[in-house]
């Protein structure tokens, strides 16, 4: 494998590996909306069920 080969699969793995920080990044975002909704449905379903 040539120099030339070698920097376009270094320089391909850079970009997935960019991609992928962009897609970590994005759904890291929505965690805390999802951890508020879960806690919610987990109390509203603990309530409910002490009631029954």
Request: positive net charge; aromatic residues 2%.
């Amino acid at each position: 494998m040539g120099i030339n080969e070698r920097l376009q699969t270094v320089q391909a793995v850079a970009e997935r590996n960019a991609d992928n920080i962009g897609i970590l990044t994005r759904s890291s975002q929505c965690l805390p909306p999802l951890a508020e909704r879960l806690a919610v449905l987990g109390q509203a379903f603990h309530g409910k069920a002490g009631t029954v």
